[in-house]
């Protein structure tokens, strides 16, 4: 079965600052790697996605995400936290077998001015 | 190209009711997920259809669920009778191919009294 775990279900950042959104995985299989965000009143938005091929992916909106299958990790990151990147963010891992997306609890983020 | 629709947006219901949420993906779109959370936890898996066929129920949580996509186009879940339980946001996402991100509808939130 697979899970993900995502560490801190509220981080708070300066603007300006560094964006680091902790996210673990484990999976039987090569996963399908992904983060969306969710602004309010919106649906589901994704970011990014690694299938297979480079580990480092870059994403919409400045954010890049690393897969370290070491660590069993794929963490988002944003060098500078822009006001308009509050929201919540989630990671989701998929079986490449049975497509399903399994999703982390999830990480709100808000950012000060 | 217009995105995944869902509707109602909202709805309230009485415990014992019947409810019917549709989903309408982006056209040409072979796959259709249904997703739901319930308030404070994860987003759950709850199935997948490839056009018209049920490819993956697992994620149903019991016979009062019911999902239809007729035709291939758009799909229905209904929940008959609904319980305090169900209330949560429900979303639908689909995509062209498997292994893709998906796109995700607003979701409909449900409250169920």
Redesign the interface.
């Known amino acids: 079965a697979q899970s993900v775990t995502q560490l801190g279900s509220h981080v708070s950042v300066s603007e300006g600052a560094l964006v680091l959104l902790r996210c673990n995985y484990s999976s039987s299989v090569p996963p399908y790697l992904f983060w969306y965000v969710q602004y309010p009143n919106q649906g589901l938005q994704l970011l990014l996605k690694y299938t297979t091929g480079a580990t480092l992916v870059k994403g919409i909106n400045g954010f890049e995400a690393e897969f370290k299958k070491s660590e069993t990790s794929f963490h988002l990151t944003k060098p500078s936290a822009h006001m308009s990147d509050a929201a919540e963010y989630f990671c989701a891992v998929s079986d490449t077998g049975r497509r399903a997306l399994t999703f982390g609890s999830g990480t709100r983020l808000q950012v000060q001015p | 190209e217009a995105?995944?629709t869902q509707f109602p947006s909202h709805s309230v219901i009485e415990k014992g009711q019947t409810v019917t949420l549709r989903c309408d993906p982006i056209s040409g779109h072979d796959?259709l997920?249904w997703?739901r959370r319930v308030m404070g936890?994860?987003?759950?898996?709850l199935l997948?259809f490839v056009k018209e066929s049920k490819?993956?129920e697992?994620?149903m949580p019991n016979n009062r669920f019911l999902a239809e996509r007729t035709g291939g186009t758009y799909s229905t879940l209904k929940v008959q009778p609904a319980e305090l339980e169900d209330s949560g946001v429900y979303?639908c996402?689909s995509s062209p191919r498997?292994?893709d991100?998906?796109?995700?509808?607003?979701?409909t939130r449900l409250t169920v009294v």
């Not at chain 2, 936890?41 to 898996?45: D, G, N, R, V």
């Open positions: 995105g995944v796959n997920y997703y936890k994860e987003i759950k898996f997948h490819q993956d697992s994620g979303f996402a498997t292994g991100g998906y796109t995700f509808g607003s979701g």
